[in-house]
């Protein structure tokens, strides 16, 4: 079921007992695994790989919460997986090694996956010891997906690939990469022809190599195949509908808690650093900054919740990752005016003038990755009925 054309709807949402039972464990569980570094240094992201943080959250049945119990899941609410993502966000929680396998990998494979692949692919995931990374971007391949040019050819027992992947966050680090791959020509159906297949990172043919980020970072990479073999059995779904399928893969990754919480930590040492002795115009921006923070959370919450129910909130989800772009984007900016102006000693300043300079680095990207902010409103535009 989608939204009825032409209306938003944002049903008001209030977490399940169970849910805020979950939120008092992580918060005591991270409370001891995160380390009691500066503040600058102590607040991580989804981006930061941590394989010992992912295998300590995975020993307590928190990857792959929602997922069936036979495959290692822990057969609980998506509401109780928002908490717990809006915890380890909130808290700076190094959760980039299995983020990407937890929040689309897996439910694909669950949802598309042969019972061999679940079997084989989804336990490791859960006790965090499997990583995937994306496929879908190439250098002339970005917004327009169905464009991708990776060949995937049929040979005997699976298939041969060859073609370049772009922007692959986490590829050097990861076991897998879930390809969108051409398996067959290119026809007047634009979206047909495209299929996803699972590779292993470590076969023969594959060349990671880095992209360095504006913050002067290794994240993303470019990934060559040449003639690398990958058995039939690792087709995800069936052949052809890869492009139906990226499309639901894309909606996991759009309404996410992470959508306006990866620079939470700003806010928060903001609030830590002029709080208590706030003048009535920094308490009035921080006022306007919590509100807007809050107001996001809500439509996000009410989002997931459509998203338990079955429905297909695509629009919602649209204007959410929109409006928590432009938060998140000037959350540094005017952090860093407030605490210039309020801040009572140079060594607080500094330490959080330089959170602010690392999130105003990542800030761009948020823009991009997820779907580009004048994609997602074209989708928002064409869910209200005006295109
Ligand atoms: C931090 C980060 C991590 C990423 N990680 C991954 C990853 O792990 N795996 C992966 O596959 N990709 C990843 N990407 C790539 C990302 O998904 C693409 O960069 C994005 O989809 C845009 O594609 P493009 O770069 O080819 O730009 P283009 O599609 O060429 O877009 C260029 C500009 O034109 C605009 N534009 C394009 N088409 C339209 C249109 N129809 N209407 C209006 N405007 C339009 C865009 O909004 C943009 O401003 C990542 C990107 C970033 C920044």
Redesign the pocket.
Known sequence: MTAQPGLLQFPPLVLPPEAEALRREVRAFLLDAIPKDKASERFKSWNTFSPEFSRQLGARGWIGLTWPKQYGGGGRTQLERYVLTEELLANGAPAGAHW?ADRQSGPLVLRFGTEAQKLKFLPPITRGESYF?????EP?????LASVRTRAEAVEGGFKINGT??????AHRCHFMIALCRTSAKSEERHAGLSQIIIDLKSPGITIRPVI?LAGKH??NEVNFVDVFVPRENLLGNEGDGWKQVTSELAYERSGPERFLTNFHVLRELVRLIGRQASPRAAETIGRLVARLWNLRQMSLSVSGLLQQGQMPVTEASVVKDLGTIFQQELPEVGRLLAQSEATTQDELDDFIDIARQATLLAP?YT????????LR?IIARGLGLR
């Open positions: 990407v990374c994306i496929g879908m971007s002339d391949s970005g917004s327009d992947k772009l922007w692959t966050s986490g980020n994240d993303f990207a991009i990755q997820g779907g580009t902010t004048q994609i074209g």
